[in-house]
């Protein structure tokens, strides 16, 4: 084990919001390499989710009501994402004790760089897919690594593991690859010093264009080897930053990895990939629909292949990629032939990807959206409806109930009756039917009366790990 390691194994270590996306894997992360980790969360307080907390319990982890009364001295390092307040008590233990504290994303940097040799995922949308298929790339070719991801990637989930967002390599140093999805939205990915970055695309979200090329280009800049999208201008424009290349694209003839004859299904699709640099041709066969995750493939290949795997050994990996759980995840069809699809679809670009695979195949869509916060609904509201109200045709029908809400001063005044307003001003006479149904009770007794033999319905939402158990329920009452 590496010094580095040493430093993060040779003391306790306390997680306030244990159980978040991206907390959870971190944790596991750590104990993985020997630490001891405790910590405390406002969902186990609340009785959400129990099966998740009692897991981990279960294997080791300290868990204890968010009073405080976890953090017992100065030799524990308080770990505690940026947006978690000081009137906290973990935080107002931690500060009396001096303990130190660090960020989800400086840990995980960390983490990162005490590793031999890391593959960063970075660009706006795409990258758990593509960390979650890269890492399932470099396991399958022999390299046990560790993976960092913010969503339970199905190929490591079992009974054992049922939250298996992150897998931990074995080796001397936890694996010699570290395979982690990298975040530019709160500007940690300056932090990381990867070996091979790669980069999927890059649009809106959290950031102006001017602070996210300047971001993205530094990162290309750190790597020894970046993957990028052609297809994406912005992304291709950064490719000066790096130091080497291997490029990929679907419709950009300069790709070194690209893709021809792509036939969508349902629920899969099939191309075959050229490999522009030998001339060699690979029949591509993926278990997850829709062009986006074609590109999110082509991403891994190209990531797995800057870091030595040959393109036909990670082409034949992803044969048996099952995907990532809530993104496009098929809970079943009812007997009558409605499906009920649960999808992590939360902001605009996300929300247009799914609309966009459902809607290539025939049937209607109910598309149920739970946003997740009144601060972001006020922030990309009209962009979320102009998306709902032009992806959706006549038949179709959006119904949103409340937004997310666990507490805390945002300004509650309006929600999602305003999306609404703005779907039925956007889409007009061919815009799909819109309602405002403030209790998610409520919406699945109306997506009950309202669904018909052949339609899908599609649960999307953040932040909130019971619309699973929602996508669940809905499907037994159908």
């Not at 009209?382 to 959706?392: D, N, P, Q, R, S």
């Not at 033999?453 to 009452?477: E, S, Y």
Request: aromatic share 6%; glycine share 12%; net charge negative.
């Amino acid at each position: 084990m590496t010094s580095a390691h040493n430093d993060l194994t040779s003391h306790p270590w306390f997680f306030c919001g244990i159980g978040g996306s991206g907390m959870l894997p971190l944790a596991l992360i750590l104990k993985g390499h020997g630490a001891q980790v405790a910590g405390s969360d406002r969902s186990r307080d609340q009785g959400r989710t129990p099966e998740k907390f009692a897991w981990l319990e279960s294997l080791g982890f300290e868990l204890h009501p968010q009073d405080g009364s976890g953090v017992t001295g100065p030799e524990q390092t308080l770990v505690a994402s940026a947006a978690v307040e000081d009137t906290v008590p973990e935080v107002v233990r931690a500060k009396a004790f001096g303990c130190p504290r660090m960020s989800r994303a400086e840990l995980l940097a960390t983490l990162f760089n005490a590793a031999p040799f890391g593959i960063a995922i970075g660009g706006t949308s795409g990258k758990s897919t593509v960390t979650g298929m890269t890492g399932w790339i470099m396991t399958h070719a022999g390299c046990d690594p560790t993976i960092m991801n913010g969503a339970v990637m199905k190929n490591f989930a079992s009974p054992d593991a049922p939250f298996a967002s992150a897998r931990v390599g074995a080796g001397p140093n936890g694996g010699d690859a570290f395979v982690s999805e990298v975040d530019e939205s709160d500007g940690s990915i300056a932090l990381y010093r990867p070996k091979v970055a790669v980069l999927g695309n890059v649009s809106l979200d959290h950031k102006s264009l001017e602070e996210l090329r300047q971001l993205f280009g530094d990162f290309l800049g750190r790597a020894d080897v970046s993957a990028i999208n052609l297809d994406d201008a912005e992304t291709a424009a950064l490719a000066p930053h790096a130091k080497a290349l291997v490029t990929f694209g679907i419709t950009s003839e300069n790709a070194q990895i690209g893709a021809i004859d792509v036939v969508e299904g349902p629920t899969s699709l099939t191309a075959t990939l050229l490999d522009r640099r030998d001339g060699s041709s690979h029949a591509l066969r993926l278990k997850v629909p829709g062009r986006h995750n074609l590109y999110n493939a082509l991403a891994a290949i190209a990531a797995a292949n800057a870091a030595g795997v040959p393109v036909a050994e990670a082409v034949e990996a992803l044969a048996s990629f099952v995907g990532l759980a809530r993104r496009f995840d098929i809970v079943g069809t009812s007997p009558s032939g409605v499906t009920v699809i649960d999808d992590f679809g939360h902001n605009p670009d996300k929300v247009s990807a799914t609309l966009a695979t459902l809607k290539a195949h025939p049937g209607r869509v109910i598309a149920f959206f739970q946003p997740h916060g009144y601060g972001p609904l006020k922030q990309m509201g009209h962009e979320l409806a102009e998306v709902l109200a032009t992806k959706l045709g006549p038949d179709d029908v959006t119904i949103l109930c409340d937004p997310v809400y666990f507490g805390g001063t945002v300004d509650r005044s309006e929600g999602s009756e305003r999306i609404v307003r703005l779907i039925e001003a956007d889409g007009g006479a061919n815009g799909p039917g819109a309602e405002y149904v403030p209790s998610r009770e409520d919406c699945a007794s109306r997506i009950v009366e309202i669904a018909r033999p052949g339609d899908r319905v599609v649960v999307m939402g953040a932040r909130d790990d019971t619309l699973t158990v929602f996508a669940k329920d809905l499907l037994a009452r159908l």
